[in-house]
């Protein structure tokens, strides 16, 4: 059974950092996309960064490019976040997931099968 479990949410002012983790466990192979979504109440869960365990290519929304960066061990079962300027529109409630398979530019929520619990982020202007 997958398990993914979040941690490194909290509370930063404008223009802070937060580093978000998500360990992986009971997915054995590195043939996966790893990925971290954001949602805030009433919108849907929009895709900020993703990669892919074989080869660790990364694709990041248009929002967050030049300012987020996601990495993995590796042994590719962390996944980490680093995020700096943060700004208040990143405000949110961010989740793991993950899928079989080479990340695309565009990741979409319903095609990922796994989700850890989320953490939250907040940023204050």
């Known amino acids: 059974q997958v398990h993914l479990v979040e941690s490194g949410g909290g509370s930063v002012q404008s223009g802070g950092s937060l580093r978000l983790s998500c360990a992986v466990s009971?997915?054995?192979?590195?043939?996966?996309?790893t990925g971290w979504f954001r949602q805030v109440p009433g919108k849907e869960r929009e895709g900020v960064a993703f990669?892919?365990?074989?080869?660790?290519?990364?694709a990041y929304a248009d929002s967050v490019k030049g300012r987020f960066t996601i990495s993995q061990t590796n042994d590719k079962n962390t996944v980490y976040l680093q995020m700096d300027s943060l700004k208040p529109e990143d405000t949110g409630m961010y989740y793991c997931?993950?899928?079989?398979?080479?990340?695309?530019?565009?990741?979409?929520?319903?095609?990922?099968?796994?989700w850890g619990q989320g953490t939250q982020v907040t940023v204050s202007s």
């Open positions: 997931a993950l899928r079989g398979g080479y990340c695309y530019m565009k990741n979409s929520a319903p095609d990922f099968s796994d």
């Open positions: 009971g997915y054995t192979t590195s043939n996966k996309c």
């Open positions: 990669i892919t365990g074989f080869g660790g290519a990364a």
